[in-house]
């Protein structure tokens, strides 16, 4: 199986924008789809990117997510920051065998 | 009132085993369309995936191979439910428990795309 490792936290000011990364550490990023959640505190983790840069309808254009295969690593990039961006987010994916694997999480805050 | 639903007890002693329903409320556990995944959270801590069914004709099963001895997960098509087993339970399986819906594109798994709002259990004598 492979790990998803992503920084422990992040920070950015209102109006600024952040990347969180994602790299696998054994496998091809690109070989199974990377999901993006948003979890707030007390709260149920929420869809803000799936299939590596698909944003559901819903969540701002504010988000995106990409794969770079030199770095085999997602990243999910927040422009504009607001203080409702606030909370944990979490990468997600798959190795061959259909099993789910999920990042540690990053704590984004807001200054 | 989403579709998923997680039911079962709150507290739950060491060595026990622990059992929990995620209901649908609209939708069939039995297509092709979905996987049905358990996932748990400890207080303070972050997502760990437990197991997931594929249920189109005869159900299929994939676990964390961490939790895989002891976890098992089964469908009911008749209740349109399925459940998550966990035996000889200890203060490390303390936490959240939901139960999530898996879609699939293109026979790929592509993202939890639902969640139950998720259960509380303690494992404290």
């Known amino acids: 199986n492979f790990m998803l490792t992503q920084p422990h936290s992040v920070s950015g000011s209102p109006g600024k924008t952040v990347t969180i990364s994602c790299t696998r550490s054994?496998?091809?990023?690109?070989?199974?789809?990377v999901q993006w959640y948003q979890q707030r505190p007390g709260s149920v983790p929420i869809t803000v990117i799936y299939?590596?840069?698909?944003?559901p309808s819903g969540v701002p254009d504010r988000f995106s997510g990409s794969i770079d295969s030199s770095s085999n690593s997602a990243s999910l990039t927040i422009s504009g920051l607001m203080t409702e961006d606030e909370a944990d987010y979490y990468c997600?994916?798959?190795?061959?065998?259909?099993?789910?694997?999920f990042g540690g999480g990053t704590k984004l805050t807001v200054l | 009132q989403g579709q998923l639903q997680e039911s079962g007890p709150g507290l739950v002693k060491p060595s026990e085993t622990l059992t929990l329903t995620c209901t649908l409320s609209?939708?069939?556990?039995?297509?092709?369309?979905?996987?049905w995944s358990w996932v748990r959270q400890p207080p303070g801590k972050g997502l760990e995936w437990i197991g997931h069914?594929?249920?189109?004709?005869?159900?299929?099963?994939n676990y964390n191979p961490s939790l895989k001895s002891r976890v098992s997960i089964s469908v009911d098509t008749s209740k349109n439910e399925f459940s998550l087993r966990v035996t000889s339970v200890t203060t490390a399986d303390t936490a959240v428990y939901y139960c999530?819906?898996?879609?699939?594109?293109?026979?790929?798994?592509?993202?939890?795309?639902?969640w139950g709002q998720g259960t509380l259990v303690t494992v404290s004598s």
């Open positions: 999530a819906r898996v879609r699939l594109r293109l026979g790929n798994l592509a993202g939890f795309d639902s």
């Open positions: 997600q994916s798959y190795d061959s065998s259909n099993l789910v694997v």
């Open positions: 299939e590596d840069d698909q944003r």
């Open positions: 609209f939708g069939s556990v039995n297509t092709a369309a979905y996987y």
């Open positions: 054994r496998g091809s990023i690109d070989t199974t789809f």
């Open positions: 069914v594929y249920n189109s004709g005869s159900p299929n099963y």
